[in-house]
């Protein structure tokens, strides 16, 4: 009877330690969300540049008689297929569930061609031809944190994408439509044209190691601005590297394709732009 004592004592103590241990004496995990980057700062500015690959054409028609010009604008008029393009974006987080974001570049891509000898759908052109493209592409979008854990974090995004189309048209020489000359011996189109249409996406990143994430994002456009119509589709993958917490390198790539109607009142323009590429930059939080 004078030894229970000791044998109670010696099982309260292998059961009593791990009991206090897990209640007070182990300290809550900090939290590792993407810390060291900018998902952890409430303002995000980068700049970066983009070396893309471009497929657009146009086709015009005439209301009235049914005739169209046919533009490839790569293709038969050598509007140049690549170009390197600066980039800037930016992030505004006021709360870990809510953000606001935009991204914003421009393209400028001309080619002149001599004495060309061509036939543009109905349109038949001898003599000289510019083609230039100043178009401008501009993405505003509200961001709402669907999943966060301690690796990865979902964003659903809402919002504006605007294409700003600017492309010149000038044919000068021998031109018949449908065989018929064109009166003066020049032919011209100009698009200046601001198509916002709304966006929908997905943006999904995920913490490979404390430095290292990847991240995969979708977007798609479609809607109806005036007499604009339009859809357009986006992919993104990218990975990004922390230097520190201010500082942080992104590459990646990019897909989009747009299709657009512009329904004026004596002419319809069909509108194909599309490019892919490659991107990477530099981005400063704060």
Known sequence: MKRSPPILLAIISMISPPIVFSQESVPEPESKSFRGNEFDQKFTLGLAAGYFIFDTNFNIVDKDTGRNLFIDAEGTLGLPQTQLTPMIYGVYRPSRRHGFGF?????????TLLAIDENLGDFNITGDVVLSDRTRFLTLSYNLTVFEDDRAIVLASFGLNAID???????EGDITQGGQPVRGGRYEEVFNQLAPLPMVGIDAWFAVTPKWAIGSKLSLVAGKYEDISGAAFEALVRTRYS??????AVFGVNYFDA????????????????????????????
């Open 165 to 171: 189309l600017r492309y010149q048209f000038v044919a």
């Open 243 to 248: 230097f520190n917490r201010r500082i942080g």
């Open 259 to 286: 299709a657009l109607n512009i329904d004026k009142q004596e002419v319809r323009n069909e509108v194909r732009y599309g490019f892919n590429g490659v991107f990477g930059g530099i981005d400063l939080s704060f």
């Open 103 to 111: 991204s914003y570049f421009g393209i400028r891509r001309e080619t």
